[in-house]
């Protein structure tokens, strides 16, 4: 099984910006479906920003845009989420997911097999 672990949450104030790092093992991943999804309190679990199999398209959601970019070290078996111009409504518990399946929709949920613990993000006003 491969495993999923992020890091690099903490609490920053409006405008500043967070790195977050996901590590998997157990495998490589490079040609693996990934995504960063965000949960907030009494919110479900959403779609933040992802690239599809084998990396052929980058996606962002609509809520986060062009602050928040997506990248992959195949190398080193680790996935990146910058995070920039960061608000208030960006508080969450961010969650980094890989899908082994060559068909799947990046923004979905269902789309993932392997799931890290999550790391929280708060940003303050």
């Known amino acids: 099984q491969v495993q999923v672990v992020e890091s690099g949450g903490g609490s920053v104030q409006t405008g500043g910006s967070l790195r977050l790092s996901c590590a998997a093992s157990?495998?490589?991943?490079?040609?693996?479906?990934m995504g960063w999804f965000r949960q907030a309190p009494g919110k479900e679990r959403e779609f933040v920003a992802g690239r599809t199999w084998r990396g052929s398209r980058t996606l962002v959601a609509d809520s986060v845009d062009d602050r928040f970019t997506v990248s992959r070290d195949n190398a080193n078996n680790m996935v990146y989420l910058q995070m920039n111009s960061l608000k208030p409504e960006d508080t969450a518990i961010y969650y980094c997911?890989?899908?082994?399946?060559?068909?799947?929709?990046?923004?979905?949920?269902?789309?993932?097999?392997?799931w890290g613990q999550g790391t929280q993000v708060t940003v303050s006003s």
């Open positions: 997911a890989l899908g082994d399946r060559i068909y799947g929709d990046t923004r979905r949920r269902d789309g993932y097999d392997y």
């Open positions: 157990g495998r490589t991943f490079s040609n693996y479906r």
